[in-house]
Structure formats: C-alpha cells, structure tokens
C-alpha cells in the first residue's frame, strides 16, 4: 500500500473535479464514499462510483512509490480546492494514511484499504466512435424531458437510440418528449437500444467537454463511453420506454414561425407573474404576432407580444417551464411550433434544420 506520488500542477483538482459527480452521497456501503488512487509505474488513475455511474480518469505527474489507495472523496475535493496551485504530493504513511502537500500546506487524512472498491468497466475492443461535440449536444439537448418521478422507472433515464443511418437521443416525463438525431453511417449492423441513467449523461456532458472523438460500447449491463484520457460507465435502466416515433404527431396544419431569443425572453418575462401552482402561460397566435399572457390570483397579470408568421390563428396554454426548456434545448436563429388544437401535442423544430423535436403537452385554458 506504500504510495508517493507528486500531481503536475493542477492535475489533482482538475481529476477530483472529474469524477465528483459519482462519488456517492448516501449509501450503505462506506467504500462508495472514496476515490481510487491507483499509481502505477508508469500511470495514474483516480476513479470514483455510486456503483450507478462510474468514472476513471488519468491523472498527471510523477509516481516515485508506486501503490493504491481509496481516500476519503468529498473531503479530499474540499481540501484540493483550497490548495495553491502547485505540485502536489500525496504520501502514504503509517498504513492507511495518506500525507497531501502543497506549497508548505500539510494535511493528513485517513484513508481505506481499496480491495472492495467496485471496478469500472473498460470500453474493450468492441466499441463504435461518434462526434464528441454532436453527440454530448443531443444528449444535453434532451436531458431536461427526463423524468424525475421515481414511480416512472423506465422514464428516468436517456434512451439512445442506434440504427445503421443514425443516433437518436430521446427522453420524455409523459407531458413532454425531446428527440435529437445525428446521421451516421454503418456505426452497428443492426437497430439497438438502451436507456442511459439521467446522471450518466449528465456526467458524461460535462467530463468530455474538451473530446473530439467519443468511444461507446455497451456490456451486458452497463453503456462505457471513453476518449482514452476519461472513462465513463452507467448502469443501463430497466424497463420499456415508449414507442417515441408513434407519439409525435404527423398532423397538425397550424404551423407558426418565431425568432426564438425574444419567444424565450417572452416566456422568462411574463412567467414571472404566472400562478405557481401551474407556471401556465397562455399562447394567442394571430397570423402576424403572438401575445403571451399569464395571470395570477395572487400576483396580477403580464403580457408581452411578438411577432410570428402562422397559417392560422389559435390559443393555448403551456407550462412555462416547459416551454423555455425547449426553446433553450435549440440553438437555431428561429423556431416553428407545428400545432393542431388547443388539447392536442404541439410540436417545436428549429426552422433550419430536421435533427432537433420537442413536444409539450398543451395546459387547459
């Protein structure tokens, strides 16, 4: 267990700020609750888990005695970040101890033999490479339809979605549904599918901001993403999502076309007097301008309007909420909102492109 170990400057916070998303913050098991310091002879590697999500991560500098250890992960991130930005050397002492200086700083912490901390999957040989940059936008661009009601087991999570042509990203909560779609050419020889944890994609969006190229293969349980410097696993969810490609709708005529930076605005400005116990926003779209209303008991009303170009004129009402998610989950100039009647699922594209659905479910007026 003997270590000694001196990080490059900024190599240890730039690690701990990595893998701090899967250090557990409740859990049964007290080895959850640490990174894995792992000094080989010509490597370092941190890792960390909740045993839901699991990330592994180099890290830079000289390894003088080799060894592993699991220390303490919050606490040592704590004292990572008050530390000058220097070297910094961590020394096992006295069995279980470990030494972290700094720039005449000292702590002594007290670390945890590592034989059961969980292993995270490597990504092994079988594995397809995608767009980092695409790929991570379709997964963030829909993160926020995830839904959050434990009761919905199979919602909670991020589909992806494989086929020969392309990658579809898709989540939904039942009142709303987000799909991004990246074309891709023979990445797998047959249509699959699995549901990533919200967490892991969540993690993986803001680990592999830097990547280029992204590796993703699949275990028997577990999706592994890697670029070679980081490893990310998460523990596929179980259940069946829904069929997605039969609810978005094929049928609805009233299309309307805004600039979606003053929709957005709109919608931010005149939420702030909407009823809390509904956040519900009314719609009326005329053929050249929206006005958007809300109204509450409690607080007065607001309105605002904006000019659009529709087919037809037509009112509804939306969760405020909802309706800024999607029009902040798009990066176009303009937005289109595909519409039927004041009940059914109104759909919202990006007017330049077809990689990119978002559809809410209408608020009774």
């Known amino acids: 267990m003997a270590l000694r170990v001196v990080f490059t400057r900024g190599a240890l916070r730039y690690a701990m700020q990595t893998l701090r998303g899967a250090v557990s913050a409740r859990t049964t098991l007290p080895i959850l609750g640490n990174v894995l310091l792992d000094c080989g002879e010509e490597s370092i590697e941190m890792s960390a888990t909740d045993l839901e999500v699991g990330v592994r991560t180099r890290a830079y500098g000289d390894v003088e005695t080799p060894g592993i250890l699991a220390v303490p992960a919050r606490k040592l991130a704590e004292i990572v970040r008050g530390l000058p930005d220097e070297e910094t050397t961590l ?6 101890q470990v030494l972290v200086e700094c720039a005449g700083v000292t702590y002594r912490m007290f670390g945890t033999p590592p034989y059961d901390f969980p292993e995270i999957p490597s990504i092994g040989d ?3 490479t995608l767009d980092a940059p695409a790929f991570l936008r379709m997964l963030d661009s829909v993160r926020t339809a995830v839904s959050t009601d434990d009761s919905k087991y199979a919602l909670n999570g ?11 990203t898709v989540a939904t909560d039942s009142r709303r549904l987000a799909v991004a779609q990246l074309d891709v050419l023979d990445k797998v020889a047959e249509r ?16 592999f901001v830097e990547t280029k190229e992204i590796h993703v293969s699949m275990t028997e349980r577990e999706l592994v993403f890697s670029d070679g410097e980081i490893t990310l696993s998460g523990r596929m969810v179980e259940g069946d999502f829904p069929t997605y490609e039969q609810i978005l709708p094929t049928d609805n005529p009233i299309h309307a076309v805004a600039d979606r930076k003053a929709f957005l605005t709109a919608v931010r400005r005149v939420s702030l007097i909407s009823d809390p116990s509904t956040a519900r926003i009314q719609l009326a779209i005329s053929h050249d301008s929206m006005e958007l209303s809300a109204h509450s008991e409690e607080y007065g009303d607001a309105r605002e309007e904006i000019p659009v170009t529709s087919t037809d004129a037509i009112t509804l009402g939306f969760n405020a909420g909802y309706l800024a998610d999607a029009l902040t989950s798009m990066d176009s100039e303009q937005v289109r909102v595909e519409m039927k009647d004041p009940l059914a699922a109104a759909v919202f594209r990006p007017v330049d492109r077809s990689d990119y659905t978002h559809l809410i479910m209408p608020m009774r007026l």
């Open 158 to 168: 991020v589909y992806i979605d494989l086929s020969p042509d392309w990658v579809r």
């Open 91 to 96: 020394t096992v002492v006295e069995g279980a």
């Open 126 to 128: 079988d594995y397809i």
């Open 192 to 207: 699959t599918s699995f549901l990533l944890p919200a967490r892991a994609a969540e993690l993986a969006v803001r680990a």
